[in-house]
C-alpha cells in the first residue's frame, strides 16, 4: 500500500498541471480540435498495478534473511500475489504467501491468501486469511480474519505415539490509516487465539526457551497480541516512516518492543530502492535490510 501511495503521489501533481494548462489553452486557442486531442491523451495515463520485489537482510547475531514478493494485475478486480522468504536465525524457517487480491469497486478492495510459516518437522503455521479494504477521502481500513493451525514437533526419540502438539489457530487484524497529502500513519492491532487439544503435553514447550531472543518477523509469529503506530513522511522522491510495535508472546511469558526505521528513494517511474532497520527496545536482536523494487 505504502508503494502505491508513493506512485499515485508522483503522478498526482503531472496530471494535475496538465489539466489545468489544457483549460487554459482551451480558452485562449482557436484550434479547438487540436485541444481536445491534447486533453484526451489523459486518458492514456495506466497506474502502476505490477510490481517485483527483492529484498535481504542481516541481524547482529549472523542471522540473516532473503526473499522477493511479486503482485501482477490480471485486470482492476483480480491481482495475484506470491511472497517468499528463507529466515536463518536460531530457528530457520521459511515465509511464505500465495493468493488473490483485487478491487470491488473504488473504496472496496477484498484478498485471500494462503499462509505458511516455519520449518516442517519442527515448528510451523499453516493459515488462510480473508481481508476487506476501504478506502476515502484519504481513510483507509482494512480487516482480516485467519484460520489454520499451529505444529509443535515433539523431539525424537520419544516414548509418546504421536510426533507433533497440535494447536487450532485463529487471528483477526485491523488496521486503520490516514493521509493528509503527503503524510501518512496508519493503526495496526493484531489478536490471536490457540486452542490447544492435549493440555498435558503443556511441559513441551519448554523447547521454545531458546527463542527468548528472536527478530521481529519471528516474534509475530509467535504472537499472542500485536499493536503497531506507522508515521511515514514523502519528500519529493524520499519517504521515511518509523514504526512502533509492541508484541505479546504466545509461549513465552515476555513483551517485545521494536522501533522500526524505514528510508524509501525512488528512480524515475519504476525503480525504488528501500532500507530498513529494527531496533528492539528491550529484548532481541537489531536487525537491517534492502530492498529493491521494479513496478510497472
Known amino acids: 500500500m505504502l508503494v502505491k501511495k ?4 508522483i503522478f498526482l501533481f503531472p496530471c494535475l498541471f496538465c489539466i489545468g494548462y489544457s483549460s487554459d489553452v482551451f480558452a485562449q486557442a482557436a484550434d479547438i480540435t487540436e485541444i481536445a486531442d491534447d486533453f484526451w491523451l489523459l486518458n492514456d495515463f495506466q ?6 520485489w527483492l529484498f535481504a537482510g542481516k541481524d547482529e547475531d549472523e542471522g540473516d534473511y532473503y526473499g522477493l514478493s511479486t503482485t ?3 485486470s482492476s478486480y483480480l491481482r495475484v500475489d506470491v511472497s517468499a522468504t528463507q529466515q536463518n536465525y536460531i530457528l530457520q524457517t ?3 504467501l500465495w493468493g488473490f487480491s483485487g478491487d470491488i469497486t473504488e473504496q472496496f478492495s477484498w484478498g485471500i491468501h494462503k499462509l505458511f510459516w516455519g520449518d516442517k518437522d519442527v515448528l510451523e ?3 488462510l486469511q480473508y481481508s476487506l479494504g476501504y478506502f476515502i477521502e484519504g481513510f483507509s481500513s482494512q480487516i482480516s480474519y485467519e484460520s489454520g ?6 523431539k525424537q526419540p520419544n516414548d509418546l505415539p504421536i510426533n507433533y502438539v497440535r494447536f487450532e489457530h485463529r487471528a483477526t487484524q485491523l488496521n486503520l490509516g490516514y493521509s493528509w497529502g503527503l503524510f501518512l500513519t496508519q493503526l495496526s492491532y493484531k489478536k490471536h487465539d490457540y486452542t490447544f487439544n492435549q493440555p498435558g503435553l503443556l511441559f513441551y514447550l519448554g523447547s521454545l526457551n531458546l527463542l527468548n531472543n528472536i527478530g521481529l518477523d519471528q516474534a509475530r509469529n509467535l504472537a499472542d497480541k500485536e499493536s503497531s503506530i506507522l508515521l511515514s513522511l514523502q ?14 508472546s504466545a509461549f513465552l511469558s515476555s513483551r517485545n518492543q521494536y522501533a522500526s526505521l524505514n528510508l524509501q528513494k525512488n528512480f524515475g517511474s519504476q525503480w525504488t530502492l528501500a532500507g530498513n ?9 537489531m536487525s537491517a535490510g534492502l530492498s529493491l523494487g521494479y513496478l510497472w
Open 94 to 96: 521459511e515465509d511464505l
Open 235 to 248: 519528500v519529493e522522491t524520499i519517504s521515511y516512516g518509523l514504526q512502533l510495535s509492541q508484541i505479546d
Open 72 to 74: 501482477l494485475s490480471l
Open 6 to 9: 508513493i506512485y499515485g503521489f
Open 125 to 127: 503455521r499453516n493459515d
Open 277 to 285: 532497520v529494527d531496533f528492539p527496545l528491550n529484548d532481541g536482536l
Open 47 to 52: 497506474p502502476l498495478e505490477n510490481s517485483l
Open 149 to 154: 493451525d499451529f505444529k509443535l514437533f515433539l
